[in-house]
């Protein structure tokens, strides 16, 4: 599984590229913060909305500490999605959020 730090993820956000990133944590969790452009798609409904994300496209994704995205990605990537687990998740994350 690929994954990169949390300091990565905000150069490529600074870049001013586009980056996909997913928040697979609840929308409780979510409410308290994210990362800037992060689509929230909680893990418990990702099976059912995985059809919304294009497979050609690359994803980050983040949750709160790095356990439910490392099984978003093992999930997503078993199904041929370009996916990246962000370590550490929010924990790590010391960038703006919104």
Do not use: H
Request: net charge negative; hydrophobic share 35%.
């Amino acid at each position: 599984m690929k994954s990169i730090s949390t300091q990565e993820l905000q150069t490529l956000l600074a870049e001013d590229k586009k980056v996909n990133v997913i928040d697979v944590r609840e929308a409780s969790e979510v409410a308290t913060g994210k990362i800037p452009g992060a689509v929230n798609v909680p893990l418990s409904l990702l099976e059912f909305k995985m059809n919304e994300l294009d497979k050609k496209e690359e994803y980050y994704v983040n949750c709160q500490a790095g356990g439910r995205s490392s099984s978003a990605c093992k999930f997503l990537d078993d199904q041929g999605y370009n996916v990246t687990n962000v370590e550490g998740g929010m924990n790590a994350w010391e960038g703006d959020v919104e």
